[in-house]
């Protein structure tokens, strides 16, 4: 069990517009900036965005986030079929003192 | 830009220890926080602690505390993951990860290529 929730799937065509989103708590998203990580089946995980908004250079600026609250989601528009991954959001805890990682999204491109 | 380069595959059986590196190259590692992971077969990534190879400090996520080590070796720019006795719950790919920055505020830039642990007996 996560400490982040994430929705297990989703899914798009190309072209298309999908989000991800991803729940937590007082502790951990509404009092820290949320990464987001993207991780083709079988390879390393790649940094897509930390402290928030941040971009590391070549992610494509299709890639979006947006946080609130308790949420965050990552958002990627024009979906291209290299797109699909799991994607997972992580965030630091305050009470576990932990940084903490949603349970992933697998994102299919139709 | 560092690359790190993490030790082989390994096989062992329940109860043995064992001990596995993370090597940086192309660029020190001393002034960076170095993050271990791990990815279960199947499932998520998940967060074991950080170690900064400059002055050893190391830090553990509570469900990692007790059962594991990290530990730098800065004069080498390695980092270790060590267990004493493992468990086939171990079994899984574990990751080092470069921090961009202070551990809790900043993202994994930087990875290895991951170690394969099968733990069977």
């Known amino acids: 069990q996560s400490v982040l929730t994430q929705p297990p799937s989703a899914s798009g065509t190309p072209g298309q517009r999908v989000t991800i989103s991803c729940s937590g708590i007082?502790?951990?998203?509404?009092?820290?900036?949320v990464d987001w990580y993207q991780q083709v089946p079988g390879t390393t995980p790649k940094l897509l965005f930390y402290?928030?908004?941040q971009r590391p250079s070549g992610v494509p600026d299709r890639f979006s986030v947006s946080q609130s609250g308790t949420s965050a989601s990552l958002a990627i528009s024009g979906l291209q079929s290299e797109d699909e991954a799991d994607y997972y959001c992580a965030a630091w805890d305050a009470s576990l003192h932990a940084r903490v990682f949603g349970g992933g999204t697998r994102l299919t491109v139709l | 830009e560092v690359q790190l380069v993490q030790s082989g595959a390994e096989v062992k059986k329940p109860g043995e220890s064992l001990k596995i590196s993370c090597q940086g190259s192309?660029?020190?590692?001393?002034?960076?926080?170095i993050a271990w992971v791990r990815q279960r077969p199947g499932k998520a990534l998940e967060w074991m602690g950080v170690?900064?190879?400059?002055?050893?400090?190391?830090k553990y996520s509570p469900s990692f505390q007790g059962q594991v080590t990290i530990s730098a070796d800065d004069s080498i720019s390695t980092v270790y993951l060590q267990w004493s006795s493992l468990k086939a719950s171990d079994s899984a790919i574990y990751y080092c990860a470069r921090l961009n920055g202070y551990y809790q505020t900043n993202g994994m830039d930087v990875w290895g290529q991951g170690t394969t642990v099968t733990i069977s007996s």
């Open positions: 402290s928030g908004d």
């Open positions: 192309g660029d020190s590692i001393s002034s960076y926080w």
């Open positions: 007082s502790s951990n998203i509404e009092s820290n900036t």
């Open positions: 170690v900064y190879p400059g002055d050893s400090d190391s």
